[in-house]
């Protein structure tokens, strides 16, 4: 009976060493829709106005709304704001500020971009 359950083992283990163990998380025929692309050197830094965002646009698929979330060291939502996005060849600069009624208290701050219903980029400071 010992010799049945090892010869047994041994045949599960060559046969599923051979056969394909999961799911492809992506179908093949799959296509990825464009994007929003930012540069690399966008980021958040702190300014004499305050915090100030420096987002870097390289490309636009479509005309939609780019939204920034403001976050505190806490973690609370503290500011909104968006900005409208058209397609174009060139790469466009826009800097944003938390606004001047937000006391920048110390801490790690965040800002989290978003286009279409999704995060683009998260930046944080310091």
Do not use: H, K
């Not at 479509?62 to 403001?70: C, H, I, M, P, S």
């Amino acid at each position: 009976m010992r010799r049945v359950w090892l010869l047994l083992a041994l045949t599960c283990t060559a046969l599923s060493s051979c056969t394909f163990t999961y799911t492809p998380p992506v179908p093949r025929s799959y296509e990825l829709a464009p994007t929003l692309r930012l540069s690399g050197a966008s980021d958040l830094t702190r300014q004499p106005e305050g915090l100030r965002l420096r987002l870097i646009v390289v490309e636009v698929p479509e005309a939609d709304w780019l939204a920034v979330q403001w976050f505190d060291p806490r973690n609370d939502e503290v500011a909104s704001e968006s900005v409208w996005l058209e397609p174009d060849t060139t790469a466009t600069s826009y800097d944003l500020f938390l606004p001047d009624t937000i006391t920048v208290v110390p801490g790690q701050w965040r800002a989290v971009v978003s286009y279409q219903g999704r995060i683009v980029r998260q930046l944080s400071f310091p």
